[in-house]
């Protein structure tokens, strides 16, 4: 059984006795690649040093970090996967809070507070592709990882930016995973690579979701995949429910699903992106 690290700048996790992690407190600067920078990197259980593993670098959602991988790799596969996630570009919000005062809806508290998100500016693009490069790299160092099978996932809008990143760098995922996420906003960085990125296989999940209003893709974004040519296969799920017990039963489906889709496609990249679930 695999040790396990945590600091306390992040949130306690759950699931961590089965992995090996490795947390780093500084931030990486957007000037230049460095190896030591927030991440966790967990092994399989039962790890064979001479087998090539697949590769998961996945992307946390918003108001998440990267000890959201404990959580999820686990529903995927213990056993079958290498994997990686890098904390978000670091970045600060402004939080408001308002009162009615007089009749008036009055702001009585104003701040800027840090977080790690995955802004859709091209900066925060290229210091992503960044993390997500040096994390391939750092699992590459430690664990035995087949090159050829490197999937990248995200969630909400880690799933766009997993999307962007994909797009963008077709030649080195062996598919990309968006759970819930909206596809990204198309410019003329998107499909600089646009040959390679027509058999890039891609999944993207969707729901309504009444906490951010997404329910599903805008026949704007269908049009542009169909004329793209893009590999995208779509699957509909279940509404997003506001009851814990009902939304974490449908991302463990999502996340079964997610596995059967990974491994038909790393146990044999020539199957149709349509007949990953049969």
């Given amino acids: 059984m695999s040790e396990s690290k945590t600091y306390s700048d ?11 992690s490795t947390l780093d407190r500084s931030t990486p600067s957007s000037s230049e690649r460095r190896r030591s920078f927030a991440h966790i990197l967990a092994s399989p259980i039962h790890y064979e040093p001479g087998y090539p593993y697949p590769l998961l670098v996945w992307l946390h959602d918003i108001g998440k970090y990267e ?37 008036r809806l009055v702001n009585v508290k104003n701040w800027l507070e840090s977080c790690n998100d995955w802004p859709d500016t091209e900066d925060a693009v290229l210091e992503t592709e960044n993390l997500v490069f ?27 930016m997993a999307v962007r990143v994909g797009l963008r760098n077709p030649h080195e995922f062996a598919g990309v995973v968006s759970i819930d996420g909206a596809f990204p906003d198309a410019d003329n960085m998107l499909l600089r690579n646009w040959r390679s990125a027509r058999s890039l296989p891609i999944l993207m999940t969707t729901g309504a979701n009444p906490r951010n209003g997404f329910s599903s893709f805008t026949r704007s974004q269908l049009n542009f995949m169909h004329a793209a040519g893009l ?3 779509i699957r509909q799920y279940d509404e997003v429910s506001c009851h814990p017990a009902a939304s974490q039963a449908r991302m463990d489906k999502i996340l079964l ?11 044999n990249p020539q199957t149709p ?6």
Avoid at 144 to 156: E, K, M, P, T, Y
Avoid at 273 to 278: D, I, Y
């Fill in 10 to 20: 992040v949130p306690s996790v759950t699931n961590a006795e089965i992995f090996e």
């Fill in 67 to 103: 000890t959201e991988l404990f959580d999820v790799v686990p529903k995927i596969s213990a056993r079958n996967y290498v994997a990686v996630a890098p904390r978000g570009v670091s970045c600060t919000t402004r939080r408001v809070v308002r009162n009615h005062i007089g009749g």
């Fill in 134 to 160: 040096d994390s391939i790299e750092q699992a590459k160092i430690k664990f035995n990882v087949n090159s050829r099978r490197v999937f990248l996932i995200g969630r909400g809008v880690g799933a766009t």
């Fill in 231 to 233: 590999t995208v296969f």
């Fill in 257 to 267: 699903d997610v596995n059967r889709w990974i491994m038909k496609r790393a146990l």
């Fill in 273 to 278: 992106v349509s007949e990953m679930f049969s």
